[in-house]
């Protein structure tokens, strides 16, 4: 099966400036995760989607970062305006479920604000 | 703060030698354990997983882990490692019966040296 896509890979942009990220998931997956890795950190989650429903964005920061899964299917991340701590891998994950059914992640988006 | 740490951040080693790297939580309650790794390049796969029973799993490519509840940890093992070893390990938890919303440790980075 294909794995989780995302795009695009490296992304640079200066301070003030926005950005987005995009996910395709595995097909048929209901769930869907953006996590932010910080450079010598873990993953952190930001948003958690079950279908295009936001079921956990208590660890998103609403005033600059926004996302959407319209259709149920793709994802869009975007910040606006970026910030130099914003600097880091975006990774998108998918899972069948949102039971113990394992996440599949994507190869990340690797972000710098300069 | 509930949190997931791990002991060493680089760990260098010859081919044929022993690996173990430490993760401790801070979680209470009912907690699922995961080991994650990542290739140079490469997306983040999962190694093994603990839900319950056995406390001893095995998992892909000859590691094995020991949930020690008594001491909130869950130390990732390899008897006899190999240069493809190389790689960032994760250790993450997540609480109940979700997979999903992952904390992560702030992972390991092993060399193996040939």
């Known amino acids: 099966e294909a794995g989780v896509a995302q795009s695009p890979r490296y992304k640079i942009i200066e301070k003030r400036q926005s950005v987005a990220f995009w996910c395709n998931p595995i097909?048929?997956?209901?769930?869907l995760y953006w996590y932010q890795q910080i450079l010598g950190q873990g993953p952190k989650l930001l948003i958690q989607f079950q279908n295009n429903g936001v079921v956990d964005d208590s660890q998103l920061p609403k005033d600059r970062f926004s996302a959407e899964r319209l259709k149920g299917v793709d994802s869009t991340l975007k910040i606006q305006p970026a910030k130099l701590e914003d600097s880091a891998v975006y990774l998108c994950?998918?899972?069948?479920?949102?039971?113990?059914?394992?996440?599949?992640f994507g190869n990340g988006t690797r972000l710098t604000v300069t | 703060a509930q949190s997931v740490s791990q002991h060493n951040h680089h760990v260098i080693l010859s081919e044929a030698a022993s690996l173990e790297l430490g993760c401790n939580y801070s979680?209470?309650?009912?907690?699922?354990l995961f080991w994650y790794v990542q290739y140079p390049g490469q997306h983040l796969q999962l190694l093994l997983k603990y839900f319950s029973g056995d406390p001893l799993v095995k998992g892909i490519k000859g590691f094995e882990a020991e949930f020690i509840k008594s001491k909130f940890s869950f130390n990732l093992r390899k008897p006899s490692v190999q240069w493809s070893d190389t790689a960032e390990y994760f250790c993450a938890v997540t609480l109940g019966d979700s997979w999903g919303k992952l904390q992560f440790g702030a992972g390991t980075q092993v060399v193996v040296t040939p």
């Open positions: 097909s048929g997956h209901a769930t």
């Open positions: 994950a998918s899972s069948a479920g949102q039971d113990l059914r394992p996440l599949h």
């Open positions: 979680y209470g309650g009912t907690v699922n």
